[in-house]
Structures are given as C-alpha cells and as structure tokens.
DNA sequence: TTGAAAGCGCTAACAG
DNA sequence: CTGTTAGCGCTTTCAA
C-alpha cells in the first residue's frame, strides 16, 4: 500500500519513503499495470476513432490533431478502419467495449441506424460529420457546409454555368442529404432548374466519384461539378484529370475538405473547405466534458466550412 | 465456469447450456472484460503505432493498411504521435507498456539511442524506416532505396544536371546516411563531383524542405533536386511552387514516396516510389511472427524503392 | 459436464 | 504514516 500511494502521489507517505520508493521503481523500470487499475472500474483512459479509411487528407488530420490533443489529456486512440462497412464498424465497436474505451469518435456506416449494430455499452458515443438516429444519447462533432455550398453554386451560376452537376453522399445519410438540400437551394436562389440528370449520390466511395465525374461532363452535358464528400473528391478529380479534361475551361470544379495540393493543382482547385483541426478540437471537448451539462445544445457541436474560390470554378 | 467455458468454445459444456448462455449472454450485450483477461496475463492485443505525424500521405497510408492487417489477426491498433521529439516517444512508449501491448511499430526519433529514453519492456519493438542501436532485440521494416536513389540521380546528369541538390534526414539517422551515400555513389557513377554546398541534412521537416529547396534553387544555383525523406518533399515541392519556380524547366525535381497527386502536379513528379502496402504487411508480419525463428534475417525485413520518372525530371 | 478455490495487480476502506 | 483485507472479472487447476 505504502508503495501504492507513493507512486500515486498520495499525501499520506513520509517525503523520504516516497523519494525511497519512487527511485526504485524507477531504476526497474516499473510501470503501473493499466489492465489492473480498469479491472477495478477506474477506467483505461481509451478512445476510439472508427473512420472510413485514413488515406484522405481530411481524416488524416483529424485523427492527427485528435490524438494530439488527448494526449495532452493522457488519453490514447485507438484507431479502427470501417471502409464503411456495418459489420466492420461492429467488429469495432465490441472491441473498443471490451477494451473499456471511455468514448467512440465514429463515422457512422450508412445504415447502422437498422438493427442493434451499434450495442456501445458504456462509452460515450461521438457521432462525427455524419449522424445516425440509432445512438439516441450520442454527442455530435458536425460541419455546417451549407452557406458554403449556397456560395459555390450560386458562384459557378454568376460566371454563366447552367449545368451544374452534383456528387454526393447517400441521402440516406444526414450529411447526404443535407449536402444536397444546400445544393438546391443554391441553384434556386441562382435561378438555375435542378435537374435530376445532374445529381449523383450513393454511398461514398472512390469509385462513385471516379465515375461519376466524367460520366456527368461527357454523357450528361454537365459544365461544372461541386463535390460533396471526402471520399468522393478525390474519385472526382482522377477521374475528370485522367479524362484530360481541363479545369476550369472543360469544366469548373468545386472540391470538399482542403488537401494540401488543391493550391497546386491546376493552377487551384477551389473548395469547401472544412477546418479540421477546430473540429477535432471540439470532438476533443466533446470526450472530456464532463457527465453534467447534458442538454441538447452541448451535446452537439459544429464548425461552419468555407467556401474558397480558387482557379477551378472559374467561368466557360 | 461453466458460463466462461461455453462463451470462450470450450469442448466440455453441453451443447444445450452453451445456447442457452450464449443466448442470454447476447441478450444482455454482454462483451468480455479484457482487463480482467489482461491482468491474468493473458495478453491484449494490442499494438503500438509511434509515427512522427499522420499528416502525410504515406505515414496515412501505412497506418491504413497496418490497421487493416490487424484487425484481421483479431488486433487493435494505438496510435500516438510524436512530432519527432524525444520527449513525447518516451510518453508514448510508457503509455503503451502500460497497457501492455504485445509490440510496438515504431519510427524512432533522431537521438532516441542515447540515455534510456526507450524502457520498452516485455512489448515485441518494430523499428520501421529508420534503425537506432538502442533497441537491441528489435524487429526492423525497412526500405531499400538505394538503387532507386542512384537512378534517379544518373538520370538528372544523363539529362545535362550538373548541380544536382540534395535535401535529406539527418545523417545521424540511419536511412538519413544511408540516402546520402547513395546520391554520392549516383553523383559518382555519372561523373558528377559532390558539392557540399548543394547537401542539405538535419532533422526532417517540413520547414527544413520548404526553406532549403528554393535556397539550394536560388543561392546556390542547383538545376535539380532529390529529396530523401517524407517528412521533407512536401515543404520542398510547397518552397519551389510557392515561389514560381516551374518544373522542370526552372528546376528538376525528385520527389519522395508517391503520394497520389503527384501524378497530376506539373505535369507529373518523379519519385523515389515506396511500396508502402507491402512494407505495411512485412510489419505485420513481423508483429505475428512466432517467437522461434529469431535469426537475425527474419528479424529484419525490406521492400525495395523504386524510381518513377515522370516530368519534373526533365531536361534543362 | 459442472463447480469451488485461488490468484493476476491494484486501491478503497478500514485498522493500527 | 504504514499495513491488512477484500474485491474488481476472468481462467487454470483440481474436485465432484
């Protein structure tokens, strides 16, 4: 007991002894045995981030910035990949259980709303951009695109685009749909008919964006694109460069999120961009906060994107 | 017993009783404790991921398919940043042995040899890139990229470079020296006399890339440059473009590791190209591996580099 | 096929 | 200020 308190800085241990203690701990390398403090329900200090997949500049830095900032909390992050897969992202979730996590940062998988997928036990459950009605006590670390959204298609509509194509997450997705619903108005208020030809959703992916892309410019007639999806971005863009369609004089392009390389691409890829590091920031808050102030409002935090101009959206 | 024996598959339960716990153990969302299997010994599975940051497509990328490999082995992955400094690696490395991971995979930070930063314990150490002496029964994933280098520096003197600049880690880092003496054997095996003032070293960095390439450029009068180092290429390429220097006709230029937009910018990078999947599964590979076959060749694993020639690396 | 005891490392609660 | 007891959830060993 008395090395016990020692080594926990307990007050109740003569100077000497501690210094005595402290010193030989030391010098054998001794570490506290985490396994035995959580068996006594003291708790790990664990977090868990499940994401689609880390090869995304955006949720690269997120857990970058994240992991940081725990830290400095004494916390670790456990990492899962989803690939947005529900029965990955349950797989995840019973380890992160057994682990005793404190708290699950997730994308949630398109559809983990159905069925018990998302069994989270004890741990405080983090819903980040997208979010699923299945966690019924979860926090929410979310983007407010939409004013930028709005900006970007009512820009391309001001330098004449009438075409506007859109590629977006499933709006079976919250994200999704609201995406899509800030698209809309955009054109509305631009003045612009939505057509239906012009829009593409579907679970994100790689893939979806790669096809969708040149598909719209070369067989629907589009004349300008706005991307709305981390995943789908970059599918995007390969697919209208490996195209050889040039930017902005084939077609204008509005990306998601803000990787490094838009500045250089193309003489500039214009964007929504989102401001990562405020949003694991404020995720980070969201894990440490305490068990109190639980009303709706505190429970739910977001970050406004913006919309910036560059190159690629420029006029026909 | 009998209720942990039917959960964990044992053959002596009755085939009824085992439904009937599973069932109800189902029913109650009931997940094993870890902590109370960790204490008794009985492992985890855990394992460490010491990165200097996630902010880089191939660290992503190998932490991507690392995480990926694992969970399939039934391993959950904890990732910790350290910025390359000496202070947060021991952090880590403490952090991590308390919760008893079975092995960490980790880049060592520059001077992490001397003193006793790193107490690793019982945990199975990986060193993935670089290699210091001081983590005497490790594991190593490295890279092989010495043939890759030379070639890419034969190339810039076949195409008329005579001030080829170099931009590279530390040669207090193992991969740091070994990169250099391969752009010293290139230099050689083309003719081309070593310039001192054309060799940039010191702890890799972005702003080291950043400042040092356009100086190399515009003070010392190099008509190409080779970078040897991830945490490197980025800065040099944002230097260079930042300061409208084209390529390759103002400045050839050899990148490192193959993000994918290297592909689109300037008409193409050349790189030093890693094969960052297979080095993901050599690692592990080695986390699995039995404790038998300790030869020093299974020890030690590598991919080789490979150079990809695209249009920065052009001719004057 | 099932159960009882014991112990993994730690600390709260209660002596001394 | 230091020590003893007990119990966290699990599985190994031994007994029924």
């Known amino acids: 007991m008395t090395v016990s308190r020692a080594l ?26 985490a396994a035995a403090t959580a068996i006594r329900g003291d708790g790990v200090g664990i977090v868990g981030l499940l994401l689609p997949t880390l090869v995304n500049e955006f949720y690269a830095r997120f857990a970058d ?8 909390a004494g916390l670790q992050l456990i990492i899962h990949l989803t690939a947005d897969k529900l029965e990955q992202e349950r797989r995840s979730l019973l ?16 559809g983990s709303g159905t069925g018990k997928n998302g069994h989270t036990g004890e741990m405080r459950v983090i819903q980040l951009i997208r979010t699923e009605k ?8 979310l983007v407010d ?28 997705l919250s994200s999704g ?12 208020e631009a003045g ?3 057509q239906p030809k012009l829009i593409h959703t579907g679970i994100p992916s790689f893939a979806m964006g790669y096809e969708g892309a040149s598909d719209m410019v070369k067989r629907d007639g589009a004349t300008a694109l706005i991307c709305a999806g981390f995943e789908v971005y970059n599918g995007a863009l390969n697919g209208l460069l490996e195209k050889d369609l040039r930017l902005p004089t084939e077609v204008a392009f509005v990306g998601y999120g803000d990787p490094s390389y838009y500045r250089w691409l193309e003489g500039g890829i214009s964007t929504i961009k989102i401001p990562v590091e405020r949003l694991a920031s404020e995720t980070a808050r969201l894990i440490q906060t305490g068990t109190k102030g639980q009303d709706r409002d505190v429970r739910k935090r977001s970050v406004r994107a913006e919309f910036v101009k560059r190159r690629s959206c420029g006029s026909l």
């Open 8 to 33: 926990s800085g307990s007050p109740h241990v003569k100077e000497e002894t501690r210094k005595l203690v402290k010193l030989r701990a030391a010098e054998l390398g001794y570490v506290k045995n």
């Open 65 to 72: 910035t994240l992991a940081t900032r725990l830290e400095s």
């Open 95 to 110: 380890k992160l259980r057994e682990v005793q996590a404190a708290a699950v940062v997730m994308v949630p998988t398109p």
């Open 134 to 141: 299945s966690y019924p006590r979860s926090y929410m670390a």
């Open 145 to 172: 695109d939409r004013q930028a959204i709005v900006k970007a298609v009512r820009r391309l509509a001001e330098s004449g685009h009438r075409r506007i194509g859109y590629l977006g997450g499933a709006t079976l």
């Open 177 to 188: 749909s609201e995406r899509l619903s800030a698209f809309i108005s955009g054109l509305q």
């Open 192 to 194: 612009v008919d939505p």
